[in-house]
């Protein structure tokens, strides 16, 4: 039944061709354009990158984070979610991060005491093969870029920032690993879905 199917989508273009052409330009155009619908029945590997998007979705924790060093918090969870390989490779990625603090703490300002963890970072994504290179700053935290733009201190950029990257070791199955000066080293593991545009 394959080969019936391939053979159908093979003869169809000269079936066309043969309608708007003479009969000689047929032979060698359709023969062509035979290869051509050939190749593209394998599906996703002739596929441009520019046309597919992988959602990236992932797990992990933060066991080296500074307060966990401290005894403050547990080892905060983190939840990744992005699209990457949206544009050129190119894509973008959000990361969650909470945990419930053992005892109270203050939270970068000696005039703020916080019962609590959480992180919100955000940036860019490259996909090259099989590896992805991302990049993440905290944006809306108390140290935030955002919300510490404006406020006469030395505070702006001091927020969140994270250095990682993600590697496909299993069919869509992803190992990342990133650091940051602050959250220390953070494991995740992630499933990249691929989904046509």
Known sequence: MKKLKLLILALLPLAVNGQVVSPEETSSEGAGTTEVVAGTLGGEEVKS???????????????????????????????????????????????????????PYFENDPSVMTDRYFRAIFGPTYSIGPLTVYAQMDLFGPYGFFRSVGNGNDIVGSGRKALGASFDVYKGVNLALDFSSYGGIGVNVAYVLPIGI
């Open 49 to 103: 990158d520019s046309t597919k998007i992988n959602i990236f979705f992932g797990v992990g924790l933060l066991p080296t984070h500074k307060l966990v060093k401290q005894d403050f918090v547990k080892a905060p969870f983190r939840v990744m979610l992005g699209a990457t390989d949206a544009y050129k490779g190119f894509g973008i990625v959000g990361t969650i991060e909470w945990r419930k603090a053992e005892t």
